[in-house]
């Protein structure tokens, strides 16, 4: 099977997965309620898998889908605040074609990105349980086993998604060190195969989370995010579209 058919089989089964009983019934509640702004929105209401190419160079990762954006779009960072940052961000610096992504059919398309979560159902007050997080990795270390042969460079949106991601990279045999890397935003990374140390490294990229509380209060700019993603296109040969 083509990489292309291994990720779309991958993102059907994060779609069907039901496997927290918590976060199955916090995602149909929200998307039988809904929002009053959205009330005659046909909600989601799944598991929301990652967006972009089986031959993406670079590797944005989150945190989980919003209850209100992408667990009722369908699409990671789709239909809401949060997702309209990282858009215009990945759109200013030539990896989107276009700086919204409003809903599943919109024409968004990511030059050589994709973009995943740690966790692909929406959790109640954002926050999913330890068990819950360690139950949805496997789908992470799946995506990064497809994404391997071209992969060169990872921006992880807030430290959950570093540490998820850390976690997922070793798994691949990559050198984490002792002790883990600390979070940091525009801090970085490098991460040699333990096997291969002459290959060349993969580079982890922190950012501030793109949320509402980090964007409102200024604690992350629309500079300070491009300034991160441009650097990790840079590092990943991707040449702006």
Known sequence: MSARSDLAALDTAVCECRACPRLVAWREQVAREKKRAYADHIYWGRGVPGFGPATARLLIVGLAPAAHGANRTGRMFTGDRSGDVLFAALHAVGLANQPNSDSVGDGMALHDVRITAPVHCAPPAN??????????????????TILAPRLRAVVALGAFGWQAALTALQTHGRVIGVPRPRFGHGK???????????ARPLRLYGSYHVSQQNTFTGRLTPAMLESVLADAAEFAGIRAG
């Open 188 to 198: 970085h990374v490098d991460l040699p195969y333990a096997d291969r140390p002459r």
């Open 127 to 144: 926050a999913p349980t330890p068990a819950e997080r360690d139950a949805c990795a496997h789908w992470l270390q799946s995506e990064l």
